[in-house]
């Protein structure tokens, strides 16, 4: 794990699904990644991941911005080259690895996911450390869904997480389906 940031960096990147946060330190490592109509879930995620850390305004690394923005245009691959750093307990870092691992366009279940990491009876607590991923889209939480194929919560609302999968080409089933993501 990185050291602890001396300061970071705030940023906001303008996406299809609406404004999106960006905090780096100052090598340029992305420590949290939010929707902008969540600020409040992003600032109290910054206290308690990184205590009094001063949060100025500053400009994301460029790779950071480019890889997003190829995300955006249909080329997922940018992605796995963000470096990104959180904090955490060692389970939720286990468990955010373990999303980095489920490409593109494919989902897996809660339950999945904590065989997957050798804990099988910690879905709920799999699910605990999902929701509070500090790095979406990059650390895609978005693509844990429900063992039956429904969404299931997402920090950035279903609407968004159902735009993100369709984005990735994930079919979902009509029940599965909230209303449209509008962005704003």
């Keep these: 794990m ?65 890889a997003l923005a190829a995300y955006f245009d249909g080329d997922f691959a940018p992605l796995g080259r963000i470096r990104w750093a959180t904090a955490g307990s060692d389970f939720q870092r286990i468990v955010w690895q373990a999303l980095t691992e489920i490409p593109a366009g494919r989902t897996m279940s809660y339950g999945a996911l904590a065989v997957k990491i050798g804990k099988p009876s910690a879905s709920r607590a799999v699910g605990l450390a999902n929701g509070s991923n500090p790095v ?30 369709e984005h990735e080409g994930v079919r979902l089933a009509d029940s599965a389906q909230p209303e449209l993501f509008a962005a704003r």
């Design 136 to 165: 979406a889209i990059v650390v895609p939480c978005h693509r844990v869904i429900g063992a039956d194929g429904s969404l299931t919560g997402y920090g950035g609302g279903l609407p968004r997480k159902k735009w993100l999968l």
């Design 2 to 66: 990185n050291p602890p940031p001396d300061i970071l960096y705030r940023d906001t990147f303008d996406s299809p699904v609406g404004a999106i946060r960006l905090v780096t330190d100052r090598a340029g490592v992305l420590r949290a990644l939010d929707f902008g109509d969540y600020e409040p879930r992003l600032l109290r995620l910054l206290a308690s991941h990184y205590g009094a850390t001063p949060v100025v305004a500053g400009k994301a690394p460029a790779a950071i911005r480019d």
